[in-house]
């Protein structure tokens, strides 16, 4: 009996594959006139931005359609104004700078724009989100930007003027660090208790009237959220891709929590888009194959993975006592053959980074030490060190044997497969890497802030106008700020620090740019790779540009279009 | 019975106030706390955000404050506000619950009205070709994973054949009325399925390991003596008796129902409470947890003695006073 069991399921499992008798998915998910974007994780509040908590990067995504944004950001890196007349700059005098190191920046609101219950969209509305966002008793999770500002000022509903406590450089792309909400619909409960507004039925429910090209229509919690055209919306009265009429009559974003079933959603093409968080980045790559195996690839689905903004690396903590040594540093990445890594895990579409900045950045430097795979190097500068082999074969100084702990997040099948790698290429130079993994919450809540670990592994999320005040900067270890490593260079802290302020671009360009170089030379990291994550559509649908940077795949959501 | 009834619903007072100490203390004793998700990856968040929002939360006062400003807001029946959803804790476990009972019982249901005949017929006719394929299908379905059957399932039915949705919960602009829930019902078909499955297997094997046992005994074979119609023998002697350890795996099987299906409900992205529970312990969202967990070990203390009072009404040797 246990063998026909065994001949029953075998056979079940041959048969599976040759049942493809389907037609290929080429027709729209649900109606010709609907787009369905498969997502991971449901955001907590699509009207807050800062809120604590929000799986931000979703809630953008859905956000982006119901709010008309200030500025935006295009899939070529360039900034356009959508809801202002234009970008304020030093030139034409509405950005000016004033005495004691202060500035005044001046905003032009386009006319027309109207919240979705009929009201006008006005510089209050803005000066109410930033006195929120500065509020102590308001649980936001970002408000380094608009504790900058000083004070603003409406002269009239549709000019805004910011004064500026000190110099800040992106003061040009956000008027006060936050946006705006609608000062109409929650002042009275703000003034209740500003703690409690996350919790508003506007930004958790139906009840969220925005003022984009869509609306929301329906939200299930723990299922979808769907958006429809909002027919009222000023094309005329925007810039940028806003000006474009919507053609998509309605949006639905559906909360697929497990990998499997959304790869098993494109196959099956009851989703039309996915987004980056929707299916790892190894899974992506076999559901290319697979695509591309059974000729669906091009013709049904179009797969894109851009190397973006996220940053893997390896923290080195510069306080262990091997690790203080910059040539122990520089060993360790030196004995790591970090290109086959990105080979043999990623095919290559994951590249290689030589410090945190990728290729796209402004201030990016192509010009910095680089570590190229060379264990007999490595090798020489661990004997400068020195180090000699131990009984074992470690290496050892006085009497210290060179073993390091290896620490990520449990779990992450793509980092522990880096892992192994790195564990089994510094045995070679004489280096042990012990292994210790633990669950996201105690790796991020505990043992990073404590800097308890010699080498942690995770991965820095930047934006294009990211800089390197705060996590490289000597004054901002934990608990002042994210400095995990330890790491402190008074050049680089002067630098990093000097950078938000800098306004000239090109000059803080400069900056950056020394400031990588500084890096290289002491690696108090291990840089890994910029991180890739698939985004896919259906071939039919036209006009989907991901941009590869932090803004969502919905930022020209009203290009959209079926080919007919 | 009615002072035994009592006399239990009143021992539960207290066991409810101990676990929900234990069920805090557990929480809280957990590594890590809301706030630290925010600092993950995250270069713009600063210490003194954290600071403010494990104030806001009141995550600084000592375990004991704690415990009480909850248990205080509790017994007025107000469970606080989900950190992850923003919406009352209540108003979301019922929601919740609502979806899940809406698998469970149905697949409840299925198993029990399969898994009964097919027990009592595979004790009736045991080594015979029905028993073996009973058995087959019974020992597959308490080895198979339930994600892994979940995933099978979606492959065959909604990859290859493309006849029901690969997961989700409903057709987004289907119309109110008949067209909803027979759009429901097909999204529901899988997961019910592999529920449904897995418990079934458990059912049928207990159902038939106690009608053999019950079919051996001198009772069943002085019936049959005296000249019963084995159709009667079958009903009033053997099953009656039978099913007394049924019963009891049934009734204990209730809980089950309410608290949703984890796997399953992920697999199938299904906004149940057991998928709830998960993402509120991994996401921090401890007035969920507490709650959701709360709420489940009532359920098990009430199932223990529905249970017990099913005992005594199939058992006439059992009595409670």
Same mark, same amino acid.
């Given at each position: ?74 899939? %070529? ?22 005495? !004691? ?8 609101? *386009? ?15 803005? =000066?109410?989100?930033?006195? $929120? ?21 409406? &002269? ?79 094309? %005329?009265?925007?810039? !940028? ?54 000729? *669906? ?12 903004? =996220?940053? %893997? ?42 410090? &945190? ?63 192994? =790698? $790195? ?98 030379? %002491? ?39 079926? +080919?007919? | ?26 929480? $809280? ?137 690969? !997961? ?76 007394? &350890? =049924? ?43 507490? +709650? ?17 009072? +099913? ?11």
């Amino acid at each position: 009996m246990r063998n026909g069991g065994r001949i029953l399921t075998v056979g079940m499992l041959l048969v599976l594959p040759g049942l493809a008798l389907a037609a290929p998915a080429v027709r729209p998910a649900v109606a010709p006139d609907t787009v369905v974007v498969g997502t991971q994780q449901e955001p907590a509040n699509i009207g807050i931005l800062f809120c604590d908590g929000c799986t931000m990067f979703v809630g953008t995504m859905i956000a982006t359609p119901l709010f008309v944004p200030v500025v935006e950001l295009t899939d %070529e890196w360039k900034w356009q104004p959508v809801a202002v007349e234009k970008l304020p700059n030093l030139k034409d005098g509405d950005w000016k700078l004033l005495p !004691g190191g202060k500035m005044e920046v001046t905003w032009r609101l *386009r006319r027309g724009l109207r919240w979705q219950d009929g009201r006008p969209l006005t510089a209050e509305d803005f =000066i109410f989100a930033w006195r $929120v966002n500065v509020n102590p008793r308001f649980p936001s999770a970002g408000r380094d930007v608009s504790e900058r500002v000083e004070n603003i000022r409406a &002269p009239d509903p549709y000019t805004l003027v910011v004064q500026w406590k000190k110099k800040y450089a992106f003061a040009n792309l956000t008027v006060n660090g936050v946006g705006y909400l609608p000062r109409h619909l929650l002042a009275g409960a703000y003034q209740r208790d500003p703690s409690k507004l996350p919790q508003n039925p506007w930004g958790t429910s139906e009840q969220t009237a925005g003022t984009g090209p869509y609306r929301i229509v329906e939200w299930r919690k723990g299922s979808s959220i769907t958006l429809e055209r909002w027919d009222r919306f000023p094309y %005329e009265a925007v810039g !940028g891709s806003w000006r474009a009429r919507a053609q998509v009559r309605r949006l639905v974003f559906r909360f697929v929590p497990d990998t499997n079933t959304q790869v098993a959603n494109v196959l099956a093409g009851t989703v039309d888009v996915f987004d980056e968080t929707a299916i790892p980045f190894v899974q992506g790559l076999e559901l290319e194959k697979r695509l591309q195996r059974e000729g *669906r690839l091009g013709q049904e689905w179009v797969l894109r993975a851009e190397p973006g903004l =996220i940053w %893997e690396h390896v923290d080195l903590n510069v306080d262990n006592f091997h690790l203080r040594d910059k040539r122990v540093r520089q060993a360790l990445v030196y004995g790591i053959n970090r290109e086959l890594i990105v080979q043999q895990l990623f095919e290559g579409k994951q590249p290689v980074s030589h410090g &945190p900045f990728p290729p796209k950045h402004y201030g990016y430097n192509p010009n910095v030490k680089k570590y190229p795979y060379d264990p007999a190097r490595a090798r020489q500068l661990l004997a400068e060190a020195g180090y000699r082999p131990g009984p074992d074969g470690v290496l050892v100084k006085d009497g210290q044997r060179l073993s390091l702990t290896f620490m990520t997040t449990a779990g992450n099948r793509t980092r522990e497969a880096v892992q192994q =790698i $790195v564990q089994q290429q510094l045995r070679e130079i004489g280096v042990e890497i012990r292994i210790q993994n633990q669950p996201a919450r105690v790796y991020f809540g505990e043992t990073l802030p404590s800097r308890k670990f010699d080498m942690a592994m995770y991965a820095w999320v930047f934006n294009p106008i990211s800089d390197c005040e705060g996590i490289f900067t000597g004054d901002t270890l934990p608990p002042q700020g994210q400095n995990y490593t330890g790491w402190k260079n008074e050049e680089a802290t002067r630098l990093c620090h000097a950078v938000p302020e800098e306004l000239d671009e090109a000059q803080r360009a400069r900056m950056l740019r020394r400031f990588q170089q500084i890096y290289a030379e %002491e690696m108090p990291v291990i840089p890994l790779y910029f991180r890739a994550d698939y985004v896919g559509w259906k071939a039919l649908l036209r006009n989907l540009r991901p941009t590869g940077a932090d803004s969502p795949i919905t930022w020209n959501v009203t290009n959209w279009a079926w +080919a007919r | 019975m009615t002072r035994y009834l009592a006399r239990r619903l009143l021992q539960m007072v207290p066991l409810v106030f101990g676990i929900s100490v234990v069920l805090f203390l557990v929480l $809280v004793a957990a590594p890590g706390d809301p706030t630290d998700l925010l600092l993950a990856g995250n270069p713009r968040v600063r210490a003194e955000d954290v600071r403010l929002l494990r104030k806001i939360y009141g995550l600084d006062d000592p375990l004991h404050v704690r415990y009480l400003k909850w248990l205080r807001a509790a017994v007025r029946g107000d469970f606080g506000y989900s950190r992850i959803y923003k919406v009352p804790v209540m108003d979301l476990v019922a929601e919740r619950l609502t979806n899940s009972l809406s698998l469970t019982l149905p697949s409840f249901l299925l198993a029990v009205a399969v898994a009964l005949p097919v027990g009592i017929y595979s004790a009736l006719h045991q080594y015979s070709a029905v028993d073996y394929a009973a058995t087959f299908f019974a020992f597959f379905g308490v080895s198979v994973p339930a994600f892994w059957f979940g995933i099978l399932l979606i492959y065959l039915f909604a990859v290859q054949l493309r006849w029901l949705p690969p !997961g989700g919960f409903s057709t987004p602009g289907v119309p109110e009325g008949w067209p909803m829930l027979l759009d429901r019902i097909r999204y529901m078909v899988l997961p019910v399925l592999v529920l449904s499955f897995l418990s079934m297997a458990a059912l049928t094997r207990y159902t038939r390991a106690s009608m053999l046992e019950v079919i051996r005994q001198d009772y069943i074979r002085t019936a049959r003596a005296k000249g019963l119609a084995e159709s009667v023998v079958i009903t009033k002697h053997a099953l009656r008796n039978a099913l007394i &350890p =049924i019963v009891t795996v049934f009734a204990l099987l209730i809980p089950g129902l309410f608290a949703g299906a984890p796997l399953t409900e992920t697999v199938f992205s299904w906004p149940g409470v057991g998928r709830l529970l998960v993402e509120a312990v991994l996401g921090g969202d401890y007035a969920v947890a507490q +709650a959701a967990l709360l709420f489940l070990s009532i359920l098990v203390l009430l199932a223990n003695l529905l249970a017990d009072v +099913a005992y005594a009404l199939l058992d006439p040797r059992i009595r409670y006073d």
